[in-house]
């Protein structure tokens, strides 16, 4: 780590201050360019010990920036991880406000829970199948505290990957009915198509994405809990959207999920 324990304290309550009060802010590198991936997950830690102590609970994980469009998108080749509180949670065909967010996105995701604990090093696509016990379609909204949507991928890990809110629903179904490569995805907004996709989209298959979370949690010795849900990263682009939009995600053979804004 390059940076003191002061010092990532003070970047964590920054960030978590930028997103509760919905302003954006420079990315973090601007000011400390020598800080390193350990560093980057050092302060996303302290955001989320921050919201624990505040009584909020943990109640998923996520990961970020797996698809190849997605990627291109954001000019990064790494995915990374992060968590979701249970403040982000909307419940199906919820509403978000836009008072609350600074410039927000959509993307559609599948999203996964376990049903038996996943650990790291060492974890693989079957492994992960082994231990879902469904799966079912989730949208993520993400609104990075940086302005314009300009950061690099240590900033963008400290300010929790974007994490803002979501929602899961549809049709859950057991992982072995479902092959998650091959499954088809179309997001509507305001009842118009605009992005479509397959599972494989995310780094081939989305369990790749939560065999890797569960790797880089391994090496840091945590492991993924039984029960947990688990976004496994966008399909596709992310989706801008403003106030009166309405989003749904319709994913073959599970059925639709949706949220609106206000």
Wanted: charged share 25%; aromatic share 4%; net charge negative.
């Amino acid at each position: 780590m390059k940076l003191d324990l002061d010092t990532i304290a003070a970047l964590a309550e920054h960030l978590e201050g930028c997103e509760l009060g919905a302003k954006d802010t420079p990315k973090i590198t601007d000011e400390y360019p020598e800080m390193d991936w350990d560093d980057a997950y050092a302060i996303q830690n302290e955001i989320r010990r921050r919201k624990i102590a505040r009584g909020h609970r943990i109640i998923g994980l996520k990961a970020g920036l797996t698809s190849h469009a997605k990627m291109k998108q954001m000019g990064v080749t790494t995915p990374v991880f992060g968590f979701m509180a249970d403040s982000y949670a909307v419940p199906e065909g919820g509403e978000c406000r836009m008072a609350e967010l600074i410039h927000p996105k959509v993307e559609p995701e599948i999203a996964l829970v376990t049903r038996a604990p996943l650990r790291g090093p060492g974890c693989h696509i079957g492994a992960v199948l082994a231990a879902t016990d469904f799966v079912l379609p989730g949208i993520e909204v993400i609104d990075s505290r940086y302005r314009d949507f300009k950061f690099d991928l240590k900033s963008v890990v400290a300010d929790n990957t974007s994490a803002s809110r979501f929602v899961v629903g549809g049709r859950p179904r057991p992982a072995a009915e479902v092959d998650l490569r091959t499954v088809g995805i179309v997001l509507e907004k305001n009842g118009e198509p605009v992005a479509f996709g397959a599972g494989a989209a995310v780094l081939g298959h989305p369990a790749a994405a939560i065999a890797m979370l569960a790797n880089h949690l391994g090496a840091r010795g945590e492991e993924i809990p039984a029960g947990t849900l688990i976004l496994s990263g966008g399909i596709t682009e992310a989706v801008a959207v403003k106030a009166g939009d309405s989003v749904t995600l319709r994913v073959q053979g599970m059925g639709s999920v949706g949220l609106r804004f206000a």
